[in-house]
Antibody, heavy 121, light 109 residues
Framework: EVQLLESGGGLVQRGGSLRLSCTASGFTFNKYAMSWVRQAPGKGLEWVSSISGNAEDTYYADSVKGRFTTSRDNPKNTLDLQMNNLRADDTAVYYC??????????????WGQGTLVSVSS | EIVLTQSPGTLSLTPGERATLSCRASHYIHYMYLAWYQQKPGQAPRLLIYGASSRATGIPDRFSGSGSETDFTLTISSLEPEDFAVYYCQVYGDSPRFTFGQGTKLEIK
């Protein structure tokens, strides 16, 4: 059974830093790209970042580029999101999610339960 | 950058009725890059449909997806009480990145 478990959320002051982690199990972790997706309170879903299975390639939304860094440790089956210079509009539930590629399609087929990041001003 | 516009914003129906949710892209997208998700309050999103029309594992056959180019539809043939939720469409685009629509809330009338 695929499981994704996020941790590391909490309350942080504006301009501060936080590191989120996602521990994966139930699939061959290094064979799949992973993503972070966030959801501000009462709002929709916003893609934040993706990282390739071999960790060589990372991609970021414009809203977080230069402030957030995604990394992964394949032997440990963990995915991390280092968030620096946090702003009030970074307040959201952060989900890690596993890529699915089937017959040329791309989607996110498994999601963690999410971890809440609150940035105080 | 592709923008996905979902309509209606809110859909009020009763159990047993048919639901039709729309997702319109600002320009052409390959149908294989279009997916649909369901999200219930306090829960993570769940993948329903990938490749515009293929059901994900464990998804009941009352859920179906269709469409091409810029217009896509999620249909729920006969609503069950557990289907009332928010639905998002998603496209996988260049960069690469995922872009989501703003969501359609399906509520009990």
């Amino acid at each position: 059974e695929v499981q994704l478990l996020e941790s590391g959320g909490g309350l942080v002051q504006r301009g501060g830093s936080l590191r989120l982690s996602c521990t994966a199990s139930g699939f061959t972790f290094n064979k799949y790209a992973m993503s972070w997706v966030r959801q501000a309170p009462g709002k929709g879903l916003e893609w934040v970042s993706s990282i390739s299975g071999n960790a060589e390639d990372t991609y970021y939304a414009d809203s977080v580029k230069g402030r957030f860094t995604t990394s992964r440790d394949n032997p440990k089956n963990t995915l991390d999101l280092q968030m620096n210079n946090l702003r009030a509009d970074d307040t959201a539930v952060y989900y890690c999610a596993k890529y699915s590629y089937i017959s040329g399609s791309y989607s996110l087929d498994y999601w963690g339960q999410g971890t809440l990041v609150s940035v105080s001003s | 950058e592709i923008v996905l516009t979902q309509s209606p914003g809110t859909l009020s129906l009763t159990p047993g009725e048919r639901a039709t949710l729309s997702c319109r892209a600002s320009h052409y997208i390959h149908y294989m890059y279009l997916a649909w998700y369901q999200q219930k309050p306090g829960q993570a999103p769940r993948l329903l449909i990938y490749g515009a029309s293929s059901r994900a594992t464990g998804i009941p056959d009352r859920f179906s997806g269709s469409g091409s180019e810029t217009d896509f539809t999620l249909t729920i043939s006969s609503l069950e009480p557990e289907d009332f939720a928010v639905y998002y469409c998603q496209v996988y685009g260049d960069s690469p990145r995922f872009t989501f629509g703003q969501g359609t809330k399906l509520e009990i009338k």
